[in-house]
């Protein structure tokens, strides 16, 4: 029993380490891509495109004017 609550409570723990609202608090921000999925690269967009920014305080609606990409990501 003792052995099964270790492993409950270690699993809640970094369950709470993957929770966005800790990653905002620290600064973090998501991006969502005109497609509403997380947008990962600068070439996945167009100018134009609406993108919406979730951070600590709620979240930025964008349109993209200026997109610059780097070699290798």
Do not use: W
Not at 55 to 67: K, P, Q, T
């Amino acid at each position: 029993c003792a052995g099964a609550a270790r492993t409950c409570a270690s699993l809640h723990e970094k369950a709470a380490l993957l929770d966005p609202g800790r990653l905002f608090a620290r600064g973090y921000s998501l991006t969502l891509g005109p497609d509403g999925l997380v947008l990962r690269d600068a070439s996945a967009v167009r100018r134009g495109d609406r993108l919406t920014t979730r951070l600590r305080g709620g979240r930025i609606e964008s349109i993209v004017d200026v997109i610059e990409t780097t070699r290798g990501g």
